[in-house]
């Protein structure tokens, strides 16, 4: 195959490449066609090496010629066109939208289905769709429909998934294993896009919502920035203008855009709203149905539905419950109470500070201020203790003590005596706090101050699992790239919550909103009586605080039981009882409960270094297969499948491209020769004259 | 018999030189007939072959306005007509067309010019009908044993010629290719 040559590189350079190729042998002469593909790069390479320029700041792209295109500005669904010319996205014309939302307590499981066109009269080689997706959020199922083709995600065994991938990409085929450029961005690309071929998409993400200041926000990512729209599709989202002039849809649905929630929210609501949109509310039985009323389909604010449980004083526990593949999954929210009844819970509040060498500077006096705070927020009749550490522990007193003035004094003064150095040994300082001398009627909280530098993780875990009794442990960290996981382990172990104080200046803010939330903890001692076997997830059920619910999900074998639900507020006992014949209904709760068990799975794998890993790794895999979820061990790969018309499509795409190769010549023999003739001409006579010359003298 | 020898290597000299002067005269007195025979065309828009024996004929007119330089395209890429004058490749299109159009010649006499051309030169194309204008976008040098010429779909010129020129050699695998679009 004859490689066209239409890069002007400079002419030296190439004779040069030449001669080293006639020199060594003749292996094929492979001139790209594209620059960058001498650079062993393929084209979604070259997109995140893009994306990677664009991030430093030296790069913009640019939109159906006139506008600029900007990668950071996807704020909702896009379906983008990458020229390869320009290195340049530009985005196609969206036809309609549609959003199918289940939400089940703080769970939201969300389906998106857009269709777009190409309305120009070129062929798009490379397409790439892009979402917006939460933080925590995780998407499980993709599917993109371009004419006849289907390209689907599916979920394979990692090593199965780049096989499949790199088979693909030997076959000339798209494949993608579908990735997310930056945390909260997912991409999927698409190649091959005929003029004005319409291109569907539909993916499905669950996400676990925000619980904030006593209501739940559901936010669905609409907004676009004014500079990609055209104008006459413009609309006030607040007027609504009914008369707004839409773009013609090739499709068969007339709706433009639709948004359909089924909300299960679990609780009596005090307050359900849309907050820029307006939409129409049903109720059935123990759903809300939600849908938009306007069709527009641009819009200049996201869909945000915002919803608050009615709670009173006391704490309030809702059920749901999902019947898949003859087992049931449970779900079990608790919702903190609004108003927070001051607490009569006697504590003893031991503080471990860290005065390791890496504490030096601002973080031990941010930890010290810290610290400081947290004695001024202990009740007279409290208990309290301070044991520093660093390669030694060293406590204040021997036993808690009150926290009367006089021992406040003594506690100052040591704190003001403290200074960074040494080792990070925690083991000892926490076998200390955490020794079972609690008396009567008192909650140990250990809250535990720390940069989190640390290395021996499970030992600790294993440490905190063995000690922690009837004590809850707090983590703080101090700095701006603790070790979050531990920190955040050991607290869930520990049965307490973890805080990062990652801005020094934030001290005094983020300690006392810890010190308001762990006074008066509204649920405590919370445990689930199954009444079955059950896969229970989180095994050890956190307190609940007055800032997040405690959400718990559990695998039951057996669908005709009653669960009970008890705890303690304050010295009250709390318990309700669930029936669990009663619905069985809701959508996902099968997919979080193996999330988190993933996640706690890959947890102990990390953490195991030889012993089990395989047993793990096993269970790991076999989760994220059964409930098709992405996680170590398997991936979601697009999966071309037709893939014979993938073919034709591109070759397609090839003979419509303005520059295709009709025919190939051989180069003819374009020398005379003429020189060579001459020369050797001259020097013949020449020397056949001069040798006769000789001979005749 | 040394000296029989020495006749023979006279002789032959004598031969290698006349058929080189012989090549280029051929090259150079056949442009007379060649322009004849296209200013004949461009009167009655008919195909004039330059002699009567010849089995070609000029289709068009190449200039090249800075250097200066002018040539006179035969159709069909035989390398008889290559000795007479630069040759239009037959599978190729002809200027104007949806189709690339490619003129080859001999480096060390009709298209030795080639040399001097840079990138953004006008090359003026003259056809029975129409003038059409391009603008030289690569210079490039390639291996003739791993490539070939693509014929695409687009207004374009390429004119090829072999690489190096000023080198002795004449069967070598290189050639230089000259790319023009339309303007």
């Known amino acids: ?697 | 018999m040394k000296k029989a020898f020495l006749i023979t290597t006279i002789m032959f000299g004598l031969w290698l030189l006349s058929s080189s002067i012989y090549m280029l005269a051929k090259a150079e007195l056949s442009q007379y007939f060649i322009k004849a025979a296209w200013e004949k065309t461009l009167d009655d828009k008919q195909n004039h072959k330059p002699w009567s024996w010849a089995d070609t004929y000029p289709v068009m007119q190449l200039s090249v306005p800075r250097i200066e330089k002018n040539s006179y395209v035969l159709q069909g890429g035989s390398g008889r007509n290559m000795a007479f004058s630069v040759v239009h490749l037959a599978p190729s299109g002809m200027p104007g067309n949806l189709k690339s159009t490619i003129i080859s010649g001999h480096k060390d006499s009709h298209f030795e010019y080639l040399k001097e051309l840079k990138i953004g030169d006008l090359i003026v194309t003259k056809d029975k009908n129409k003038t059409h204008n391009y603008k030289v976008t690569s210079l490039d040098i390639v291996d003739s044993n791993n490539n070939s010429i693509a014929i695409r779909n687009t207004n374009e010129l390429i004119l090829t010629t072999c690489y190096p020129f000023n080198d002795l050699e004449f069967r070598g695998n290189l050639r230089y290719i000259v790319h023009a679009s339309t303007i």
């Open chain 1, 1 to 697: 195959m004859a490689e066209k040559i239409t890069n002007t590189r400079h002419i030296r350079q190439q004779l040069e490449s030449l001669h080293n190729k006639r020199n060594t042998s003749n292996l094929a002469n492979k001139q790209s066609k594209k620059k960058y593909k001498g650079l062993g790069l393929n084209w979604r390479d070259v997109v995140i090496l893009t994306l990677a320029l664009f991030f430093t700041g030296l790069y913009q792209a640019q939109a159906k010629a006139q506008d600029y295109f900007d990668l950071e500005d996807i704020d909702t669904g896009m379906m983008l066109s990458y020229n390869d010319e320009s290195n340049n996205y530009g985005a196609l014309t969206l036809l309609n939208s549609d959003y199918s939302i289940n939400i089940t307590g703080i769970i939201a499981e969300v389906t998106v289905k857009q269709s777009f066109q190409n309305t120009t009269e070129d062929w798009i080689a490379e397409g790439m769709y892009a979402f917006p997706v939460a933080h925590n959020a995780a998407v499980d199922h993709m599917k993109l429909i371009i004419g006849q083709r289907t390209i689907e995600g599916e979920i394979h065994e990692i090593k199965q998934a780049i096989k499949i991938y790199e088979t693909a990409k030997k076959q000339g085929l798209t494949a993608s294993i579908v990735k997310q450029y930056r945390p909260n961005l997912f991409t999927t690309e698409v190649a091959n896009i005929m003029p004005n071929e319409i291109v569907q998409v539909e993916i499905r993400y669950q996400q676990t919502l925000i619980y904030d200041a006593g209501h739940i926000d559901f936010r669905l990512p609409l907004a676009i920035k004014n500079r990609y729209m055209q104008e006459r599709y413009l609309v006030d989202s607040v007027n609504n203008l009914q008369d707004a002039e839409l773009p013609v849809s090739n499709t068969v649905d007339e709706k433009f855009r639709s948004i359909e929630i089924s909300l299960e929210a679990g609780f009596e609501l005090s307050e359900l709203v849309s907050l820029y949109h307006d939409v129409t509310i049903q109720n059935e039985q123990i759903y809300q149905k939600i849908s938009l009323n306007d069709k527009n389909l641009y819009d200049r604010n996201d869909f945000v539905l915002r919803w608050t449980p009615t709670v009173g004083n006391k704490p309030q526990a809702a059920m749901f419950s999902e019947k898949l593949n003859g087992n049931e999954y449970v779900l079990l929210m608790l919702l903190p109470p609004k108003n927070n009844i001051v607490n009569e819970q006697l504590r003893d509040v031991v503080f471990i500070i860290d005065t390791s060498g890496s504490m030096h500077g601002d973080a031990m006096n941010a930890a010290k201020d810290a610290l400081l705070f947290g004695l001024t927020q202990l009740n007279a009749n409290d208990k309290f203790n301070i044991i520093e550490f660093n390669t030694y522990a060293q406590p204040l007193f021997n036993k808690s003590a009150n926290a009367d003035p006089n021992n406040l004094d003594k506690a100052i003064a040591f704190i003001d005596d403290l200074e960074s150095d040494g080792g990070t040994n925690m083991g000892p300082a926490l076998a200390m706090a955490m020794k079972d001398d609690i008396e009567q009627n008192y909650l140990k909280q250990i809250i535990f101050i720390t940069d989190g530098s640390v290395g021996n993780e499970s030992q600790l875990f294993r440490q905190i699992n063995q000690q922690i009794n009837n004590a809850r442990l707090f983590t703080v960290a101090i700095g701006e790239a603790p070790n979050n996981y531990f920190m955040n382990k050991a607290a869930l172990i520990g049965k307490g919550t973890y805080t990062n104080i990652a801005k020094l200046s934030d001290v005094d803010f983020i300690m006392n909103n810890l010190f308001v939330k762990i006074s008066s903890p509204a649920l405590t001692e919370v445990q689930v009586d199954w009444n079955t076997s059950a896969e229970q997830n989180p095994k050890v059920i956190p307190d609940l605080y007055s800032d997040q619910p405690v959400m718990v999900t559990a695998k039951l074998n057996d669908f005709n039981t009653n669960l009970v639900l008890s705890g303690f507020n304050n010295t009250t006992i709390f318990s309700k009882v669930f029936n669990m014949n009663k619905d069985g209904q809701s959508n996902g709760i099968a997919k979080l409960w193996a999330r988190n068990q993933i996640e706690d799975l890959t947890d102990d794998y990390m953490l195991q270094n030889d012993v089990n890993n395989d047993e793990l790794k096993q269970q790991i895999t076999e989760l994220g297969l059964n409930y098709h979820l992405v996680s170590q061990f398997t991936s979601l790969v697009a999966v071309d499948k037709n893939p014979e018309l993938s073919r034709l499509v591109a070759m397609q795409a090839k003979d419509e491209n303005r520059l295709t190769t009709l025919d190939q010549v051989n180069f003819p023999q374009t020398a005379l020769g003429w020189m060579w003739q001459l020369i050797l001409g001259l020097l013949l006579v020449i020397f056949g004259m001069f040798s006769v010359r000789k001979q005749a003298i």
